[in-house]
């Protein structure tokens, strides 16, 4: 059944997407790029379920090897010059098939350092692993900047498919010390 059409078989209005049928145009399968990021036959699940079948399905085909992960959150915080700023991720391996994913980032002041638990990122179905981004800020010079440190995570089972975490760090401009001025005691 497909996601949100009322329980109607995505070949109800489409040429067959699953594998098992594919069609004998090949141009037919091009809309399939939007949603697996590949022409031919749709042939990962995730794309139109919720979640992986656990049964075989109505032509009694089991649902294949589906690489498929989340990665999260996005996060945001100030720090002060001369502080570290660290910020934590969890991958997790959605799929039903071991994973080893490749982190790349990029740190538009060059404040981060990325590291991951276990190292290599290599998971199994249902496992998480904990990325950390550690943010050091520079002593001198940088109040009113900001640090944006995208980390992406692919999939090396399947390279077209990765995601990707924000981290933003800021530094205050200024600082404002008013004095406390106790009366009446």
């Not at 075989?56 to 010059?81: E, L, V």
Request: hydrophobic share 40%.
């Amino acid at each position: 059944m497909s996601k949100g059409h009322g329980d109607v078989y995505c070949a109800g209005c489409h040429d067959s997407p699953h594998a098992i049928a594919p069609s004998r145009e090949p141009a037919d399968a091009v809309k399939f790029i939007g949603w697996q990021g590949y022409a031919g036959s749709l042939d990962n699940c995730i794309v139109c379920h919720s979640t992986l079948p656990a049964d075989p399905g109505p032509h009694d085909q089991p649902a294949g090897d589906i690489p498929f992960f989340a990665f999260a959150p996005d996060n945001a915080g100030s720090g002060a010059p001369a502080t570290e700023m660290i910020y934590t991720h969890t991958i997790t391996n959605a799929g039903n098939v071991a994973d080893q994913y490749e982190l790349g980032w990029t740190s538009s002041q060059e404040w981060a350092a990325v590291t991951a638990n276990p190292l290599p990122l290599d998971l199994s179905p249902g496992a998480t692993g904990t990325v950390t981004v550690t943010i050091t800020i520079p002593e001198e010079g940088v109040e009113g900047l900001t640090d944006r440190t995208v980390v992406m995570a692919t999939s090396t089972v399947n390279s077209l498919l990765f995601a990707s975490v924000v981290d933003t760090t800021s530094v205050p401009a200024w600082r404002l010390y008013l004095p406390v001025i106790m009366r009446g005691f």
